[in-house]
Every structure is written in structure tokens, then in C-alpha cells.
């Protein structure tokens, strides 16, 4: 199970570094990303929230293109990451992605399965849902299918697998925070705030990663290398 945001390809993006392609459209998080694939990671999570300014009390843009771009994300109430959790069978081949309009900043939601008779469902075109049958989760691929792929997980089994998220998540966040201090040292540390909103995790100082960067980011201060 891999936390995973849509990623394309960047298509003359130029405000900072990023990968040229990413693999099956989704690119996982963790901590092991390299700096032009956390780069990548920033320049979609921030696409998703490039929307102008309307009637929601939000204020115009800046001027300059960088705070232009970063605008949505630092201002939005609610912010969305188009991606989810994607689960894959090893033994099987097969994968559970989450669908259109499915956000990373609602995995928690996966916990409702945790309930008697739990469900939960991830998106449209695909439509994947999971749903709990006795100490079994049922992962459909696609819920509009009758011959949907499934994968069944044993639900102690997806409690260990959504505290692994979490880890990676965690692990993303603290390369995210060091990369955003060293390519976006005027916006590091809001950005790092609204990213701590969308991946849902706690506040910095109760996150396990690296120390230098917990310390930067709580005292909202640093300064470029």
C-alpha cells in the first residue's frame, strides 16, 4: 500500500526542478523520493490548487509568477492532491488505485472500513471500493464491474499496511521540508504548512524525521544555502 499523487509530465515547467515523466501516472511518497521527484510531487499538489481567486474571500494574486502559482495552495481553506492509496497484490498482479477526484488529503477515510460493515469508495472511472466482510477488507477495483479484480486483505493485516502510509508520508514530509527551505526559501515554511494539511499528518514537532528540519520549520525560520 503507497501513498501516490497523479503526476504527468511537466510540460515546460520551469519555477523549479522536476523530474521530466513519471511512471504509471502515479508517483508514490515516502521517504525515499530523490529532489527532482519531490520537486515533482510539489509542482502537482500545487497544480491541483492553481484556481483563481473567486466570490470566497480569498485575495487577488501576486504578481510574480512563483507566488502567482503558490497562491491557491497558501490561501485555500481546502486543499486537494488528486491521488489516494494504491494497493497491490504481489502474489496476483493486482493493482487498486484510487479514481478521478479521489484526494491523498482524505486517506484517513480508509479507517471507515475499520467499522462492522464498513465501507468506503475512492473515486469514479474506476470505481475502487473497499468494504469489510467479517475480519476480511474486499478491495474492488472497479465497483461498476461485475468481473471487477479484487483483493482481499485481512484487517489486521491493512492496520499494519496504513501505519506503513503513514511512515511514508512522514518520511515524504521531512524531504519536502529541506527541499522547500532550499528551492523556496520566501515560501518554505507556509508551504510546508499546507502540506502538513494535505498529507493529514500531525504538526511537525510530533513527526519522527530529521531533526535540522523539524527545527526550521518550528521556528518558521531559514534561510537559503
Known sequence: MQPVVEAYAPDGFA?????????????AL?????????GTVLRYVVGCNDIDPGNDGRPPRPADALGSFLHGLLT?????AAGGLKVTDTATGVVFRPGCCNGLEEWRDWNQV???GGSACFGHD???????D???VRL???AQRIDSPVIDVPTVELRHLLAGVERDLAGFLALATDWAYRNLPRHAFPVISALIRVLDLPGPGDIHSGQPARLQLERGTASAP
Open 134 to 136: 467479517g475480519e476480511i
Open 140 to 142: 474492488t477495483v472497479d
Open 114 to 116: 475499520f467499522a462492522v
Open 15 to 27: 519555477l523549479w526542478p522536476v523530474s521530466e515523466t513519471a511512471p504509471d501516472r502515479h508517483l
Open 126 to 132: 474506476p470505481s475502487p471500493c473497499a468494504e469489510r
Open 76 to 80: 485555500f481553506d481546502s486543499l486537494f
Open 30 to 38: 515516502s521517504g525515499e523520493l530523490t529532489p527532482l521527484e519531490v
